[in-house]
T-cell receptor, first 113, second 111 residues
C-alpha cells in the first residue's frame, strides 16, 4: 500500500493563478480531509469528505473548492491564489471503523508570490 | 472559543532524561483527544487516542494520560530517534471531521 499520496511536493504560484492539489489513498478509507499548517499554528481543517459525493466545509474553507467523485481521490482546488494561502497542505484519510485515527500524506508546500 | 494549547513550545533533553509534554484544552463536549508525531518535512503520524479522564495509553517510551482539562505525553528515557514535533488534537462532536489541533511541541533529544 502506498497509503496517502500527494502531488506536487512543492509549488510556486503567482497571485491570481489557480491550481489543483492532488490527493489519493489506496486504503479504501471513507473519510478524507484537507488541512493547512502554518508556523506557530495548529493544523486547520479546510474541507472534508465522509464518502464519495459528500463534502463539507471545515474551519477555513474560503478560497478553496473540493469534490469527491471516487473513494480514492480528493483534489483541492485553489480558485485564485493569494499570498495568504502560502502554507503546507496536508491530506488525510481514515476508515469509518476508526475514523479518529487519521493517516496523513507527506504534504505539499505552496508559495504564492 | 474552543482552544488547544501545548507547552513547552520546544524542549531539549539529553538522551535518557525523562520529561513530559502538556496539552491543555478548553472545549465543550470532548469526544476524544489524540496525539500525533510529526518529523520534519513529513505528515503527522498517529500515536494515541484517549477518550475519558483517567485513561492511559503506552507505546514504547511514550505514555499518554488524560484529565478533564489536559493531557500529558510522558517520555521515559528518550533516545535521539524520539526527536520530532508532537501534536495533540481534540474532537468536539461525533459528526464530520471536527478536530482542533494544537501548535505542537518540538522535542530534541541529544545523544
Amino acid at each position: 500500500n502506498a497509503g496517502v499520496t500527494q502531488t506536487p511536493k512543492f509549488q510556486v504560484l503567482k497571485t491570481g493563478q489557480s491550481m489543483t492539489l492532488q490527493c489519493a489513498q489506496d486504503m479504501n478509507h471513507e473519510y478524507m480531509s484537507w488541512y493547512r499548517q502554518d508556523p506557530g499554528m495548529g493544523l486547520r481543517l479546510i474541507h472534508y469528505s465522509v464518502g464519495a459525493g459528500i463534502t463539507d466545509q471545515g474551519e477555513v474553507p474560503n478560497g478553496y473548492n473540493v469534490s469527491r467523485s471516487t473513494t480514492e481521490d480528493f483534489p483541492l482546488r485553489l480558485l485564485s491564489a493569494a499570498p495568504s494561502q502560502t502554507s503546507v497542505y496536508f491530506c488525510a484519510s481514515s476508515p469509518w471503523s476508526s475514523y479518529n485515527e487519521q493517516f496523513f500524506g507527506p504534504g505539499t508546500r505552496l508559495t504564492v508570490l | 472559543e474552543d482552544q488547544v494549547t501545548q507547552s513547552p513550545e520546544a524542549l531539549r533533553l539529553q538522551e535518557g532524561e525523562s520529561s513530559s509534554l502538556n496539552c491543555s484544552y478548553t472545549v465543550s463536549g470532548l469526544r476524544g483527544l489524540f496525539w500525533y508525531r510529526q518529523d520534519p518535512g513529513k505528515g503527522p503520524e498517529f500515536l494515541f487516542t484517549l477518550y475519558s479522564a483517567g485513561e492511559e495509553k503506552e507505546k514504547e517510551r511514550l505514555k499518554a494520560t488524560l484529565t478533564k482539562k489536559e493531557s500529558f505525553l510522558h517520555i521515559t528515557a528518550p533516545k535521539p530517534e524520539d526527536s520530532a514535533t508532537y501534536l495533540c488534537a481534540v474532537r468536539m462532536d461525533n459528526y464530520g471531521q471536527n478536530f482542533v489541533f494544537g501548535p505542537g511541541t518540538r522535542l530534541s533529544v541529544l545523544p
